[in-house]
């Protein structure tokens, strides 16, 4: 309770002062910064008419499904770098190539290839958060205690079930941070991607909203996604800590 109630001290602080820059003094005027009564206004009317709740289970399908796919390829070839030399000399030089791509560069190329929808999205979120998985994976599954691969090799363990039984419930604590940093990129992206090559989600909502002066909806969809990140955040964490071995 303690740790709540100072967490949230930072924040009520910031929406009081927000209350008396637009609301009281009219110092800040609302199509430049709406006041905390008109972004409750709008997310009121947001939820009323169905466009909120339309809009952010779409932008979580994508992030969900970008993630998803990011993860299948992401941590087996993570694990495989980390643990194979060869695979990690074979792989080095393509990853160090295409990791610092800014993933909102591929949005023309998933808008050629795939269109305007769900399989664009998906491949923008693809690309900008398999790499923090594969990264994390793999550095988790190089960082193993060498004392645990020498001891699971001295009870006569093979390679497989060293990998299996060892490495790979090791590196869990890493491959958990991966996904944890995939979701926060992952939510990035598909903002981008909304904003450019669709007509539906929240980052749509932030930026048609704006283009008509509407910031208190742009608001609240910024909020919402905020809040996307701090749950996905809160669930990886706990994870997180269930699987440290």
């Known amino acids: 309770m303690r740790k709540i109630l100072v967490s949230s001290l930072l924040p009520v602080a910031i929406i009081i002062i927000w209350a008396i820059l637009t609301s009281y003094t009219g110092l800040i005027p609302s199509y430049f910064l709406p006041s905390p009564s008109e972004v409750l206004e709008s997310f009121k ?9 339309a809009d952010t289970s779409l932008t979580l399908l994508r992030v969900i499904s970008g993630l998803l796919v990011s993860a299948v390829v992401g941590i087996p070839l993570g694990i495989l770098m980390g643990w194979s030399k060869t695979a990690h000399d074979l792989s080095s030089l393509l990853i160090g190539i295409l990791r610092p791509i800014p993933p909102i560069a591929w949005i023309p190329f998933a808008i050629l290839w795939f269109g305007v929808g769900l399989e664009s999205a998906i491949f923008i979120i693809f690309v900008g958060s398999v790499f923090p998985i594969l990264i994390n994976t793999m550095d988790g599954v190089k960082r193993v205690d060498k004392v645990l691969l020498e001891s699971a090799y001295t009870l006569g ?28 990129v992952g939510l990035m992206c598909t903002v981008a991607a909304e904003m450019i090559g669709s007509n539906s989600g929240l980052g749509y909502l932030i930026f048609t909203s704006t283009s008509m002066l509407d910031t208190g909806s742009a608001l609240v969809g910024m909020l919402i996604i905020g809040i996307i990140g701090l749950s996905a955040d809160y669930l990886f964490s706990r994870v997180e800590k269930e699987v440290s071995w």
């Open 45 to 53: 009317s947001l939820l009323i008419n169905g466009q909120l709740i």
């Open 157 to 184: 363990a093979s390679k497989f079930q060293t990998l299996q039984k060892v490495v790979i419930p090791a590196s869990l604590p890493s491959i958990i941070t991966g996904l944890k940093v995939g979701v926060g």
